[in-house]
């Protein structure tokens, strides 16, 4: 499984953009995709995920203003940010898992990380 991810750049706060993974292989597996991101000094936070069944949730620090979604048809997982802020600025990573047992004794059989895209946000 490769996951690429593009879409990251330098924007003004309360701007916009759009980061797209595109992910390819066998994915028959896969039940979890979510974007997570590194800033400088920080450690890697979710921000947002999607499950197969297409159920979504974000953290808090996003919510109202990030959206993920999926395109089953391209193999693509996205996330819309709108109404960027300055502490947005992080490294953006995509992710997939397969897991297994989520209801009872969440074990994670396999995970896939895409390389990162820098997303800067200027004040």
């Known amino acids: 499984v490769q996951l690429q991810a593009f879409g990251g750049g330098l924007v003004q706060a309360g701007g916009s953009l759009k980061l797209s993974c595109a992910v390819s292989?066998?994915?028959?597996?896969?039940?979890?995709y979510a974007w997570y991101r590194e800033a400088p000094g920080k450690q890697r936070e979710v921000v947002a995920m999607i499950s197969r069944g297409g159920h979504t949730n974000s953290t808090d620090s996003v919510k109202g203003r990030v959206t993920i979604s999926r395109d089953i048809a391209k193999n693509t997982v996205y996330l819309q940010m709108n109404r960027l802020k300055p502490e947005d600025t992080a490294v953006y990573y995509c992710n997939a898992v397969f897991l297994t047992d989520w209801d009872t004794n969440p074990t994670i059989r396999e995970m896939y990380w895409g390389q990162g895209t820098q997303v800067t946000v200027s004040s």
């Open positions: 292989g066998n994915t028959a597996n896969l039940n979890i």
